[in-house]
């Protein structure tokens, strides 16, 4: 059906099977709809705030429309006010925010009561007066101690700061989370007057706010880079908000994971740390998505036993939930597979007629190039429609269509959040930097452009609609990947299973290592230290004195460079300062992409999207961390290639699948980006090839490994000439499944196939953590081997083409053009290796 045929909304909510029905209407549209499942609304269960939670905080909730909280809200609350750590893991929209604002509120205007008389709380006020002052990350930050560890805290350090009796820290992952949270606070907390004072910190507060913040606010809301780059180097000037710390507030604290996770754990055990030295005990409340063992994972991220708290008791409206497919078209990709239609293009189409419709829609995209093309094709396509068919008394559709992703200069961000917040915008293509909590209201619907990675994170992106209770629609489109294709034919899968553990590793000696060099720096490292850092931490910290890195003091361990300690480690594990994109020609600068993603995302040739625009990168300087690019208008987008060696560094344990071996240890990764993919925009065809002369890099990481010997090669019927293309096939499905069993994304991991490596002596598959150190996710692998491994076989054999496409063993990242592939003998190779798998236990990692 062409959009300007789509029936106009006519004002009144649809219900969502209705709309669903209206955008599987047309030529082949229905079949492209592979399962399609209900989730029934559900009945709330209310419970009465705990006896020790002020009564001026319960009404002001009243006052918000509140009467009583719901079960799993008031739970949390009473252990909050206990005194202790709790970790609430219940749905999108099910209040976790109240669940610990109420007993944080509490906390402060108790401390206000206990305290001094209240200070100037508007720093907007003041900033005049404190012109001079300095900041909170300015050059005092990061001052080292002296020879004997101790600080001295003058008037600066903002024990004059009055009425702070009681602190609370709230930790966002992103900027969008936080400043969401900052108006949700200052709605409820109005009543209270200024027994509470909110200020935020990130990179993108005005020097004289972090200043206020510092020396007056009771509640402060910042992210885990502040906490590890800001606050903790500079604790003697946070020293009086540090001393009264009586919570700290971890949302979203399900994102904390893998490198990144492991890097936050180590931030928090710092700040624990910290936090003894000025004599406070904070307690930790946690706030996830529905996950598997979250108090685990809890503990495992803050250091201390967490209560978990996993029942959801609010009510939620109908959920219809369906999987799509993109049609195979007439194109042909790499070895003449066979291609179907891109889950970018098919998402802009149901984002457009959606927004004809007037349905209030989210699209989820998991690239940032990925969130331009949908926006930007919505938009043209949008422009074609008659303006009758588009709400009436609005503006023209495709103004009412945008892109939000990471990257963005923070005043592109807050304008896009307004828009959203207010409604002026209609739909949104977005990446999951809006994944996270923010509180979107009247959303009728939710496009899912491939699968995120991880159930959480599905069913975390599902939930951004039908919120208060309302029904909503959402639609998972399929990318042409394995893991995709076997999820929209295998529903049970994601409506039938429980949801991921939370996958990271704070012993990881490539993070704790830099965690032990800003702890030193922080106050002298002593033996009694130690425990808090995890088992690891006794060695990692011989080898930084053998190394010179810090230096032992009588019973003590310093930080004696002239450099800040904190500088040492990016802790969302991107390594090395962001390359800043600039348009060559004005010297603007469009954004930042991570230095990690720099071979492949701004390489000489390739395609930049920004705000709509597109842009060709015409030079990647490395050295200087810049990228020039003009504007420009290609047909086509890229896609980098690289090509892969990998050697054992040590196998740490192994097991006997009959003549195989099942092994996981560390290895030595040599990687290189060899050269890029043009591909035709909307249907994804290969247009060509060019070579990158790009500088290879080294890593030393976690794999898990299997090898198989000449008898079950025969047994196969896996000849010398297929071995090769049934490897390889093996490892490309392997790597696109893992993310089905560890809570990794797809290019988290990478994999190598050798016929004969040199370190086995037999033909061998390796799948690695493309982390230093490793996430925990070939850790994962190894544990849940036999089932993994088994979801690979059956999303080749179900595939269904003849020889291979990019459904079932084609990688889009192969530096060998996908050749060779061979799918036949991968299914046999196997079925042979699992046929005598004895089972790994699937157990929870080391806690």
Known sequence: MAHNQLPRRTGTRLPPRTVLDRLATGTDRASRITHTEHLPPRIGRHADWPALIRPEVVEAVRAAGIERPWVHQARTAEHAVRGES????????????????VPVLSALLDGVEAGQPTPRAAPAAESAARGAAGTAAGPADGRRAGPSGE??????????????????????PTKA??????RALARLAAPLGAGVRPASYDGDTPPEEREWARRHANYVLTNPDMLHRGILPAHPRWSSFLRALRYVVIDECHTYRGVFGSHVAQVLRRLRRVCARYGSRPVFLLASATAADPAVAATRLTGVPVVEITEDASPRGELVFALWEPPLTDLHGEQGAPVRRTATAEAADLLTDLAVQGVRTLTFVRSRRGAELVALIAQERLAAVDPAAGPPGRRALPGRVAA??????????????????????????????????????????????????????????????????????????????????YLVHHPEALFRQPVESTVLD????????????????????????????????????????ERKVLRRRAASWHWTRRERAADLTDIRGEGGRPVQVVEAETGRLLGTVDASAAHTTVHEGAVHLH?????????????????????????????ARDSTAISILETDTEV?????????????????????????????????ESRLDLPPRTLRTRAVWWTVTEDQLTA??????????????????????????????????GGVSVPLHPDTGLPTVFVYDGHPGGAGFAERAYRTAERWLSATREAIAACECDSGCPSCIQSPKCGNGNDPLDKKAAIRLLTTLLAEAPGVPDAPERT
């Open 151 to 172: 600080r001295r805290a003058g008037p600066a350090d903002g024990r004059q700061a009055s009425g702070r009796g009681a602190t609370a820290l709230y930790l966002s």
């Open 611 to 639: 705000q709509g625009r597109t842009y060709l990168v015409g030079q990647l300087d490395l050295e200087d961390a810049v990228a020039l690019v003009a504007e420009a208008d290609p047909p086509y987008s890229t896609t």
């Open 506 to 545: 704070p012993d990881n000696p490539y993070v704790l290592a830099p965690h032990l060099c800003a702890a030193a720096a922080e106050l002298p490292l002593t033996e009694a230290d130690l425990e808090s850092f995890g088992p690891a931490a006794g060695e990692v910290l011989r080898r930084l004195e």
């Open 177 to 182: 989370l936080a400043a969401d949270q900052r």
């Open 656 to 688: 006997p699948w009959g003549d195989a071996r099942l092994c996981f240890g560390s290895v030595e990764v040599t990687n290189q980006v060899v050269s890029f993919l043009r591909r035709r925009l909307v249907t994804g065809e290969v247009l060509g």
């Open 716 to 749: 196969a019927h896996v000849t010398p000439e297929a071995l090769g293309g049934a490897l390889h096939a093996a490892e490309h499905a392997s790597i696109g499944m893992l993310p089905l069993f560890a809570t990794c994304d797809r290019w988290d991991i």
């Open 404 to 485: 939000y992703r990471g990257g963005y200069l923070p005043e592109e961000r807050r304008a896009l959040e307004r828009a959203l917040h207010s409604g002026e915008l209609l739909g949104l293509a977005a990446t999951t930097a809006l994944e996270l909590g923010v509180d979107i209201a009247g959303l009728d619907a939710v496009v899912l452009a491939g699968y995120p990675g991880t159930r959480a994170s599905l069913w975390q992106q599902a939930g951004r609609a039908g919120r208060a209770g309302e029904g909503a629609l959402a639609i998972l489109v399929a990318r042409d990947d394995p893991l995709d294709t």
């Open 86 to 101: 709790v970790v609430v893991a219940t749905g999108t929209a099910s209040g976790k925010s109240l669940a610990y604002l």
